[in-house]
């Protein structure tokens, strides 16, 4: 039996994997249960993970599983799977990059994606390149639509499980939900990833690292080059 918080707690840690793939962080979590400080959030994933609903994935920021829901649940519930590829990473040179459409029927085996260059999860860094080389990625990484990759420069993410150094799958477009991680391009000139949060007539583009400050920028200044869909680690 799951206390009221434990409960809610759980649900919201698994309607965010649901729709992301990446767990809330503390600060979200302690926002949407109305706690006061983490520490609770600590004392209720312990406690969870305790009882068998969630496990803490090790090596990794703060990364959880939701192992099972409730029986008041009534739907069938999936483990989560991050959509993280772990081990060696396959790559190869591309002889004319282009950006890579996904239509349901390619989606059979394993597709190439093109990296782009690099993104920053710090301070905005020069915008997005030329493709170099591609990386294949599993298709239930994929949703349809236009895809590309770029290399992870930068700690800013880490609370979100996004770390230096790894590669991260973006699904291309214009537009965001806020609380999502996207592509920002600001000015023209710099990109970075980040989450993105709207301040009134404002974009705030909001790091998952107490380290650094939520950037709030006029609304013409950003422009969302796409969202986060997918991570791929070297170990």
Do not use: C, W
Not at 27 to 47: F, Q, V
Not at 59 to 69: F, G, M, P, S
Request: no cysteine.
């Amino acid at each position: 039996m799951l206390t009221r918080k434990q409960h809610e707690l759980l649900l919201f840690i698994h309607q965010r994997l649901k729709e992301s793939g990446i767990p809330p962080s503390f600060d979200e979590m302690k926002e949407a249960l109305g706690l006061a400080s983490k520490s609770g959030i600590h004392r209720l994933i312990t406690a969870l993970e305790e009882r068998g609903f969630l496990r803490r994935m090790p090596n990794r920021a703060r990364a959880l599983e939701v192992i099972k829901l409730p029986d008041s649940i009534s739907q069938p519930q999936k483990r989560f799977q991050p959509s993280v590829i772990q081990g060696s990473l396959s790559e190869k040179p591309v002889q004319k990059p282009e950006r890579q459409v996904v239509s349901p029927s390619a989606l059979r085996g394993p597709i190439e994606v093109p990296v782009m260059g690099r993104i920053a999860a710090g301070v905005p860094i020069d915008a997005i390149q030329h493709a170099t080389r591609a990386v294949t990625v599993p298709p239930d990484m994929l949703t349809s639509g236009e895809h590309y990759a770029l290399d992870v420069h930068g700690d800013s993410m880490i609370e979100a499980g996004i770390l230096d150094g790894d590669t991260v799958i973006i699904r291309s477009g214009q537009s965001a939900t806020p609380g999502e991680i996207v592509v920002a391009l600001v000015d023209d000139q710099e990109a970075t990833l980040k989450r993105f949060r709207r301040k009134g007539a404002s974009i705030a583009l909001e790091a998952a690292n107490p380290a650094y400050e939520t950037k709030i920028y006029g609304s013409e200044r950003v422009k969302v080059q796409g969202k986060l869909v997918g991570l791929i680690r070297k170990y």
